[in-house]
């Protein structure tokens, strides 16, 4: 399974832009990279994902390599209450339906 | 709508006793995923549904079972607990397999 490097902890300063970079180098060319987070121990929720175009929605924008080996989570304004782990996610097709292979994550602390 | 629903919240288990986690989706999901989260890690995935009825294995499957007798219902067995499983428990549920998944919750389970 194709797995994500994502610096484990990052501080931003509320207000200003957050950018989480992950590395998923192994990447097959069906697999849809997925971020995620968790608020202290709630469950994931979902953000955003994207197969190699860039994405954007009400909460974030997804910034993905031409290449496909890396991409990067932009909050482009982020609050307190953004502060949670950040979850760079590939999913991977099984012979049926999908699963997500979480790494460690990327602890996010928004600070006034 | 509640989405996805977990019970219980919280359990405490000898080694050697059973027990059985429910999750509940009023989503009308057809894919239900079970998965445990250890201390400082992402989530693992147990054990998967596609629907009614079908059940398969994920990345760390033994000593729990589970079964999906109604579509909205998806239960987590543990026959015989051991201390190794101790962790936090979370379900979640997708439309389809180019859906998101939506989590619950979670469940805490001590084993002593």
């Known amino acids: 399974d194709a797995k994500t490097t994502q610096p484990p902890s990052m501080d931003c300063a509320e207000g200003r832009a957050a950018n989480l970079p992950c590395n998923h180098s192994?990447?097959?060319?069906?697999?849809?990279v997925y971020w995620y987070r968790q608020i202290h121990s709630q469950g994931p929720q979902y953000i955003i994902h994207?197969?190699?175009n860039n994405e954007t929605n009400e909460m974030a924008s997804l910034i993905i390599t031409e290449d496909r080996k890396s991409s990067t989570l932009i909050l482009p304004h982020a609050t307190l209450r953004d502060t949670a782990v950040y979850y760079c996610?590939?999913?991977?097709?099984?012979?049926?339906?999908?699963?997500?292979?979480f790494g460690a994550g990327t602890i996010l602390r928004v600070k006034s | 709508n509640a989405g996805v629903t977990q019970t219980p919240k919280f359990r405490v288990l000898k080694t050697g006793q059973s027990m059985t986690l429910l999750c509940a989706q009023d989503?009308?999901?057809?894919?239900m995923y079970w998965y445990r989260q250890d201390p400082g890690m992402g989530l693992r995935l147990i054990h998967y549904?596609?629907?009614?009825?079908?059940?398969a294995k994920g990345e760390v499957p033994d000593g729990y079972n589970v079964s999906r007798l109604k579509k909205q219902n998806f239960l987590l067995g543990l026959e015989s607990a051991a201390p190794s499983q101790t962790s936090v428990y979370f379900c979640?549920?997708?439309?389809?397999?180019?859906?998101?998944?939506?989590f619950g919750p979670g469940t805490r389970l001590t084993v002593l």
């Open positions: 979640a549920s997708s439309g389809g397999t180019y859906n998101e998944q939506f």
């Open positions: 994207g197969l190699k």
């Open positions: 989503m009308n999901h057809e894919y």
């Open positions: 549904s596609v629907g009614e009825g079908t059940t």
């Open positions: 192994t990447i097959s060319g069906n697999e849809y």
């Open positions: 996610i590939v999913r991977v097709l099984m012979e049926y339906g999908n699963k997500l292979v």
